[in-house]
């Protein structure tokens, strides 16, 4: 879905938070992933100024952990909680830091009951669209998970926290302490919701997404593609 621009950006980015909820409307979208990410905060904003209680949306459910960073648009957790509410969704669970301190503590923390259960509403939601967004900061923790891989292999971008280069490959480490839903499953995704950026970029993990999917940007067109979800 393209929209106009607005006349500012956030004018702009309440059009895409509109059409995004009407999209999911339109496919009777019914389970829905959340990311993080600016977008997401604006699309949470949007929702509390105009609640969708009669939403076919029934269980939401975060992609990723709270990262550590103060601002709203990546507490993955309460942005979730407030979507369920806005959405007349099923009240959601709460998934552990993304970025514990070590691979020991992301061992443990996978071990809890709650992963266990948000891993297993992960498995069942399949072919999945998604909201997150492509943007290259915060860093998070991105030189204890990888070193000096980034710059070795040509970081273009991120989506969750997984890093991919301009072929679309996604950069892996053994040291990636990261808590977020497994690489298998996020290449089977739909969608993913985003402004068009203004350079292309390749599709990341192989998988179709809003932007960057098409080799040319529309001028005075942004893209509009719902939160990760399915019937």
């Known amino acids: 879905m393209l929209v106009e621009d607005g006349r500012d950006d956030d004018a702009t980015n309440q059009l895409l938070s509109q059409g995004a909820v009407d999209l999911l409307r339109q496919i009777g979208a019914r389970r829905l992933g ?27 459910f975060p992609l990723v952990g709270n990262a550590s960073i103060p601002a709203r648009n990546y507490q993955s957790n309460e942005n979730v909680r407030l979507m369920a509410q806005q959405l007349g969704a099923a009240p959601p669970l709460s998934l552990s ?16 009951e709650v992963y266990r259960q948000i891993q297993d509403q992960w498995f069942r939601w399949t072919p999945p669209w998604s909201t997150s967004e492509l943007p290259l900061q915060p860093r998070l923790c991105s030189l204890v998970r990888y070193g000096s891989l980034l710059q070795q292999q040509h970081t273009c971008g991120r989506l969750l926290v997984y ?19 497994p690489l298998e499953l996020l290449k089977q995704c739909l969608i993913s919701w985003a402004s068009a950026p203004p350079t292309p970029v390749r599709k990341p993990c192989g998988a179709p997404c809003g932007p960057g ?7 005075g067109r942004s893209w509009s593609s719902p939160c990760w979800a399915n019937k």
């Open 34 to 60: 959340v990311g993080w990410g600016h977008l997401i905060g604006q699309l949470v904003t949007w929702l509390e100024e105009n609640p969708q209680p009669s939403s076919t949306v029934t269980d939401i």
């Open 97 to 112: 830091p993304a970025l514990p301190e070590s691979l020991e503590e992301k061992q443990l923390l996978c071990s809890t």
């Open 163 to 181: 890093y991919f280069n301009e072929a679309g490959t996604v950069i892996q480490s053994d040291q990636d302490f990261a808590i977020q839903i």
């Open 213 to 219: 999917s098409s080799p040319t940007s529309q001028p």
